[in-house]
């Protein structure tokens, strides 16, 4: 159930429980973990589970928010009406996805409003892919194969988190994320098919400033992701970063092949020791400092979020007020 | 910027699929008025055509058994076999009925 509004849930009664009742809860816990089992809403969760998983998922759907934004920004001048409705059902699902995974945050007893202000405040992060600009059509194309691609390959495994509520809104949006990717890596064949040398060229240069931010999109390596190890714990995260960086790149080199595109990286090389590709080393200097605030469009992105929330705001009153009156109405008759 | 005190309340979303077959529980949504909050559920949750029919209901006004009360509840139905048509071996000629 995706409510926060039946309290009745054992929450705050854990803060009176006695050390050995604590104990006991957490052991349980860890035994359905083990077993593979869900944990409800209102099942017992030690508290840095929780809190894990609000950070996780409320930066997942701003994600999905702020993602609106780089590619909305090219819906008024699609080439053509097949690809401007393309798009707005895309950026549209992109908003249904945020609100589904809002919806899971707020299970864990937190509100949408407190997860807006730490958006909207710069506490809370988004992934940084969406701090870049989108500069021709081609990235349009290039965000659906690369980008959706990669986020994809990252939201799979979470399908299987073992809280239930995240793990029901990945199954949906994983279902429907999958026309993303495909409907872009159509687009790019289009242009690399049917398209002049301009458009080829055009793709060659987005495909060349999305590689590496779409490889980063996987997080920090292993050795320097401290929670990961919790995170698996837990069943919150299933396959590592490193690990699945390694899937996006084996699945993208086949990708680029069809195209008849070369990705950016000179050091691509197949290695059939691990039957794996090889690939080079990723400028994580450029990823914090995107992260920390620094890239391209991160205060562009920002700015463009708190006002559609603040001028959006008489319109929330105005309905608020209006639900009132009608329930007065109603009332009085 | 501060936070608005009064959200939008809380909505839980049922779809019907396809005729015949029953509403499903399939999410939550903030919105003012129950109007508001079926056109929302359509716009949200039926994109593709998900659903026929759906049903909408404060998220408040839902009672639900506690989960602490899940063992106590459920599990006395576990011995009760013989409540389910396979407990009964039949001669396999009438087995079918």
């Known amino acids: 159930m ?129 701090n870049y600009p989108t500069l021709t059509w081609a990235d349009v194309g290039v965000i659906g194969w690369l980008v959706d691609g990669a986020a994809i390959m990252n939201q799979v495994p979470i399908c299987r988190c073992s809280y239930a509520p995240y793990a029901r809104a990945m199954v949906r949006i994983c279902r429907e994320e999958s026309f993303h990717q495909r409907q872009g890596f159509e687009s790019l064949l289009t242009m690399m098919t049917h398209g002049t040398e301009a458009q080829r060229a055009m793709v060659q240069d987005a495909t060349n400033r999305w590689w590496w931010p779409s490889l980063m999109m996987f997080g920090p390596p292993d050795a320097e992701s401290p929670n990961t190890a919790q995170s698996m714990r837990w069943g919150i995260k299933r396959i590592s970063n490193d690990d699945l960086r390694q899937k996006f790149v084996d699945a993208a080199v086949e990708q680029a092949r069809v195209l008849g595109v070369s990705l950016p990286d000179p050091e691509l090389k197949w290695n059939p020791e691990r039957e794996h590709w090889d690939f080079g080393a990723i400028d994580w200097s450029e990823f914090w400092r995107v992260v920390n605030g620094h890239g391209p469009n991160n205060k562009e992105r920002l700015a463009t979020r708190v006002k559609a929330w603040d001028d959006g705001a008489w319109v929330r009153e105005a309905a608020l007020a209006h639900a009132a009156k009608q329930s007065n109405v109603k009332e009085a008759a | 910027m501060s936070v608005v005190k009064s959200e939008w309340p809380l909505w839980e979303v049922f779809v019907r699929n396809k005729a015949g077959l029953d509403h499903k529980h399939c999410g939550s949504l903030h919105a003012a008025d129950p109007r508001m909050a079926i056109q929302l559920a359509r716009d949200v949750y039926t994109r593709r055509q998900e659903g026929t029919s759906v049903w909408v209901v404060r998220s408040d006004q839902i009672v639900a058994s506690d989960p602490g009360d899940k063992d106590m509840y459920f599990d006395p139905m576990e011995d009760k076999v013989y409540r389910h048509p396979t407990f009964y071996a039949l001669p396999s000629e009438v087995d079918h009925m």
């Not at chain 1, 809190?51 to 920004?73: W, Y």
Request: proline fraction near 3%; aromatic fraction near 8%.
């Open chain 1, 2 to 130: 995706y409510t926060q509004a039946m309290d009745l849930g054992p929450k705050d009664e854990a803060k009176t429980l006695k050390t050995a009742e604590e104990h006991q809860l957490q052991q349980r816990f860890d035994e359905r973990i083990d077993a593979g089992e869900f944990i409800e809403a209102k099942d017992w969760m030690p508290d840095n589970y929780r809190k894990t998983l609000v950070r996780q998922i409320s930066q997942h759907a701003h994600s999905e928010i702020v993602g609106m934004l780089p590619e909305g920004n090219w819906i008024g001048r699609a080439p053509s009406l097949k690809r401007k409705s393309i798009l707005l059902a895309k950026v549209q699902d992109e908003g249904g996805h945020g609100l589904y995974l809002y919806a899971a945050g707020e299970t864990l007893g937190t509100s949408r409003d407190q997860m807006l202000e730490a958006l909207h405040t710069g506490k809370a992060k988004y992934s940084s892919i969406f």
